[in-house]
């Protein structure tokens, strides 16, 4: 007997067909004494549809004005899903329930749009399951401490689905996906790209963290946080797909990357002209974080020695420029800057691995990679195990490519 959690994201049930299909490949696989619990997102573009509903009142939703809203209507695409699959199971012959997120105990704190999880009290669940049910769980979605609905970011579910099993004690946390595992960059940009057999919680989190869709990096924390292997493979064939562990057990670990990143939903912000005194930098980023707005690569510069004159220039998710506008704008008054510069058509590539550390050269191969693709960096931003930088959106796909070719060339 194992209890197995699993997770189908949009695409996987983005019609009524594909979701008795899901149920149907989820009996198959079961043995008679396991005990299932099935995580889904919204029905493929459902998400998206709901947005566009909310930009027919006002054509920027995500302002915070009326971010409670925003998920108070977005929690309704994943309770469509996990009513059609309960339905399905049943037909199919199986006993199922489905249940919100708040209904299977998932505490969120108040920031809405981009919750995070403060603890899971799963015992309905638990309840559930040993009444004989498959339990349906909406992904993407919480409550607060005042009931009200939270989500959890792009890529939530997959949060919720290795949160819930951690905090079931799992047997396993599969995420079931349209692709079938990691691969070493996006298969739809590189078509030479290869998949992973293993990667590690650390390499993999840097990944996401960077733009790698696969997986929200939260949902890795998760994992980590649980010791609870995720197994991500696709939902359109019985492939074996990638295992995210503590360490490796198969692969060869003599590489220098892992992979090759991208991000197009960032956007530059540039504050010209401060003052470099103690306290501008504080200003700036403590406003932005005091709106819940994550800041990425940041360069300070000076531009004017004489006259101690500095420039800050960073990045962000470009569903939080407009808010950022509006806190920039206002800190920029407060600090006399010269101006302020947005752009938006910018992206970030970015290479990880474990394997760079003490292996110098790494990155002037990335440079050059990029230099001999005529591609040119804007902002470069480093850690321990990764190198990121920022490019003409124009030049994404040249440059993922130039990166992938220089590293992982057959």
């Keep these: 007997m194992a209890l197995i959690v699993k997770k189908f994201g949009g ?22 004494d396991d005990k ?73 704190n108040s920031v809405h749009t981009k919750g995070r999880i403060l603890g899971i009290e799963p015992a309905r669940v638990i309840e559930e399951l040993n009444r004989g049910n498959i339990v349906v769980v909406a992904g993407f979605q919480g409550a607060d401490k005042f009931g009200n609905p939270v ?8 949060t919720s689905a290795v949160a819930l099993a951690g905090a079931l004690k799992a047997d396993e946390c599969e995420i079931f996906t349209d692709v079938d595992g990691v691969y070493s960059a996006d298969p739809r940009v590189v078509k030479n790209a290869r998949k992973m057999r293993e990667i590690t919680y650390r390499e993999m989190l840097e990944l996401a963290r960077l733009g790698a869709g696969v997986m ?12 609870i292997p995720i197994h991500v493979r696709s939902t359109f064939n019985d492939k074996i797909g990638t295992i995210i562990r503590e360490d490796y057990t198969l692969e060869d670990k003599d590489f220098e ?23 501008v930098a504080h ?12 800041v990425d690569m940041i360069v300070q510069s000076i531009r004017n020695l004489e006259r101690n004159i500095t420039d800050m220039v960073f990045t962000i998710a470009l569903n939080d420029l407009p ?58 931003s480093t850690s321990e195990i990764s190198v990121s930088c920022l490019i003409k959106a124009s030049q994404l796909t040249e440059a993922v490519n130039a990166i992938h070719d220089e590293f992982f060339a057959d």
């Design 11 to 32: 695409s996987s049930v983005a019609t009524t067909e594909k979701i008795l299909n899901v149920a149907r490949r989820i009996l198959s696989e079961k043995n008679p």
């Design 323 to 380: 808010e950022a506008k509006k806190v920039i704008n206002r800190v920029a008054e407060e600090i006399n800057a010269a101006t302020v510069l947005i752009e938006e058509d910018v992206a970030k590539v970015s290479i990880v691995g474990a394997g760079m550390l003490g292996k110098p050269g790494i990155a002037a191969r990335m440079f050059g990679a990029l230099a001999s693709a005529d591609v040119n960096i804007d902002i470069i």
């Design 283 to 294: 200003k700036i980023f403590a406003a932005l974080a005091y709106a819940n707005i994550d």
């Design 257 to 279: 990357i892992r992979g090759v990143a991208h991000d197009q939903k960032v956007a530059k912000i540039a504050v010209l002209g401060v003052e470099n005194v103690p306290g």
């Design 216 to 227: 929200q990096p939260r949902s890795v924390e998760m994992g980590q946080y649980f010791n």
């Design 36 to 108: 299932i619990v099935v995580v889904v997102s919204a029905m493929g573009d459902a998400t998206d549809n709901l947005i566009t509903l909310a930009e027919g009142i006002d054509n920027q939703p995500y302002r915070a004005q009326y971010s409670r809203e925003m998920d108070m209507l977005l929690t309704t695409g994943e309770q469509i899903s996990i009513a059609l699959l309960a339905m399905a199971f049943q037909k199919l012959g199986h006993h199922a329930i489905s249940l919100t997120g708040a209904m299977a105990g998932m505490r969120t």
């Design 151 to 158: 989500t959890l970011g792009r890529g939530g579910s997959d």
